[in-house]
Structure formats: structure tokens, C-alpha cells
């Protein structure tokens, strides 16, 4: 898995997750064991700022405008949905796996949760949510807990501790540009 090797996600539909606490990105408090990182952005204001960013959430868009290449079994609005992920080059990329545990896709919070599978360079889980506050601020939220779970990624150590801090201020700022039209 990983380098080199283009993953299916129809071959992950039942492949096991990487961690216990499959869910606990909804906890207030994020499991004890992992690295946790919480960002929190005002990325727009109205109802119509809303809507887009709810949209470029459950689309997929801010995976994709962080120059990740999305492949799913279906929406990130559905639980159980498969994503692998692809950053680097086209063959020469490295695979990353995960599978929707939560999702909601009406009212004034949308969002998706996803967890890690076999091949991911950490294990843990990622959340990912707009909400439109009483004010009409419109409020991203991306709550993760991690660990470096690959051979690579334990190599690399603290780079890849700055990469998940890349990724989270590129999600922010394509949800920020989409809340703008």
C-alpha cells in the first residue's frame, strides 16, 4: 500500500480501521495517546456563505484544492464511504485510505468525520465541519487526533507533524474561498 501502488477503494469497503476510538472526534475531549490539533476559522457570513462552504466540505473540494487526488466510493455526506486519498505525483504518489464514520448533511452543522485505514501514513481520525452560528458567522472546524502509524511518516517525525498543519490551513482556505463564490 502507499507508494508506487494505486489503491482501490472498492478493495478497502471492509478493511478494518487503525484505531479503537472510531467516533471520538465528536467527544469534547479528544482520546489521551494522540497527537490533537483543533482549527477553528471564521470563513464567512450569511446563509449563501454557508451553503457553499457546507458544499466544498461534502464534496470533497478541500481535499481536492490541497492537491490531494480524491478517489471514493461515494460522497463524504455518507457513512462507510471509502476515500483513498493520493498525494505526490500520479505513479509515483503516496495512498492514503480512510472511511466516512459520520456525517451530517442538513441543518445549520454539516460535516464529515473520516478514520484511518490499512496504508495510511497515521492512524486516527479527522473531522471536518461547517456550522452557521445565530450571529450568521459561518464556522470551520477541523478536529483530528493522530498518530504516525507508517514506517515514512515515524521516519519523517516532526515533518510530518508540519504537513498535517500544511493540510489543515489548505482545507481552511479552499472552504474559505468557496464560502466567497
Not at 55 to 73: E, I, K, M, P
Not at 86 to 98: F, K, N, Q, S, V
Not at 133 to 146: L, W
Given at each position: ?171 481552511a482556505?479552499?472552504?474559505r ?5
Amino acid at each position: 500500500m502507499g507508494l508506487l501502488r494505486a489503491l482501490s477503494p472498492a478493495d478497502l469497503v471492509d478493511a478494518p480501521f487503525t484505531y479503537a476510538e472510531v467516533g471520538a472526534t465528536a467527544a469534547p475531549e479528544l482520546p489521551a495517546g494522540y497527537h490533537h490539533a483543533v482549527s477553528t476559522a471564521v470563513v464567512g457570513h450569511g446563509r449563501a456563505a454557508f451553503e457553499r462552504a457546507a458544499a466544498a466540505v461534502l464534496d470533497w473540494r478541500q481535499q481536492q484544492a490541497s492537491g490531494l487526488r480524491v478517489r471514493a466510493t461515494g460522497p463524504a455526506g455518507r457513512p462507510g464511504t471509502v476515500v483513498v486519498l493520493t498525494a505526490g505525483l500520479p505513479r509515483a504518489g503516496y495512498d492514503i485510505p480512510c472511511r466516512v464514520v459520520w456525517a451530517s448533511t442538513e441543518g445549520d452543522e454539516r460535516g464529515f468525520a473520516y478514520g484511518t485505514l490499512p496504508g495510511h501514513p497515521e492512524s486516527g481520525e479527522e473531522r471536518f465541519t461547517v456550522r452557521l452560528t445565530p450571529d450568521g458567522a459561518v464556522v470551520h472546524e477541523i478536529r483530528v487526533f493522530f498518530r504516525l502509524a507508517s514506517p515514512a511518516a515515524r521516519l519523517a517525525g516532526p515533518v510530518s507533524l508540519v504537513l498535517q498543519r500544511l493540510a489543515t490551513r489548505r482545507y481552511a482556505a479552499a472552504v474559505r474561498a468557496a464560502a466567497r463564490g
